[in-house]
């Protein structure tokens, strides 16, 4: 068997090749720009899908910080650290302090029916009643230094200073302020005494206040004024 027998067997047995035509190729071409399309759409959809789950837990992550509904999870604040500055102790004597009902025994000179919550009476003498807050004052009755004084007015005073009016019980009396921190109360008591009841500015009385308390006091006998 020559070259061209043998070669004639082995094209039928393989089969005869169908030649090539356009519409073959066209076709291919066809079938390859669809795969193409195909493999394009496949990774645009997974990628948007990988955007998606990525936007997702971005949006998730952040909604809460621009979400105007939502509310922003409460934040304990730390305790403020405790103030080492230690107030001052006050020395005003403040006006909240009420006159309250005496029951102590009466001094002699002058009696009274009230005294300051809190206040005692720390002497008396001839001359003067002396009624002290419990601290910051001296205890010498001699001192009027921030305390609470009834006394006759003296006998080289003007029996009748000029002064704001101010009603002591059924009596009239004036105020007198004279700018040096403490204030006085002169009233006639009606049984010949021209009586002074002097107290601190600093402890926040108005006259008023103070013309209650000077109702309360009375006089006795034993009681005189002194002269300066």
Do not use: C
Not at 47 to 68: K, N, P
Not at 69 to 90: E, F, G, L
């Amino acid at each position: 068997m020559n070259d061209s027998e043998l070669n004639t067997m082995l094209n039928n047995l393989a089969g005869t090749p169908r030649p090539t035509t356009d519409s073959d190729l066209t076709g291919d071409l066809a079938r390859g720009h669809s795969a193409l399309r195909r493999r394009r759409v496949t990774l645009l959809t997974n990628g948007a899908l990988a955007l998606a789950v990525i936007g997702g837990l971005v949006v998730a992550g952040t909604s809460g910080a621009f979400d105007s509904d939502s509310k922003a999870p409460a934040v304990n604040a730390a305790p403020a650290a405790p103030s080492t500055d230690q107030a001052a102790p006050s020395t005003d004597l403040s006006s909240a302090i009420q006159f309250v009902a005496y029951t102590g025994k009466q001094p002699e000179g002058f009696t009274v029916a009230t005294v300051p919550d809190g206040w005692k009476i720390q002497g008396v003498n001839s001359y003067a009643l002396v009624i002290a807050p419990p601290t910051g004052v001296d205890d010498q009755i001699d001192s009027f230094v921030g305390k609470l004084v009834v006394m006759l007015q003296s006998q080289d005073e003007n029996p009748n200073p000029d002064g704001i009016p101010v009603q002591v019980g059924d009596h009239h009396g004036v105020m007198l302020d004279p700018g040096d921190g403490y204030a006085s109360i002169h009233y006639n008591d009606g049984n010949g005494h021209m009586v002074v009841v002097q107290w601190p500015n600093s402890a926040g009385w108005s006259k008023e206040d103070v013309a209650k308390f000077a109702a309360g006091v009375q006089v006795t006998s034993d009681a005189k004024a002194g002269r300066g």
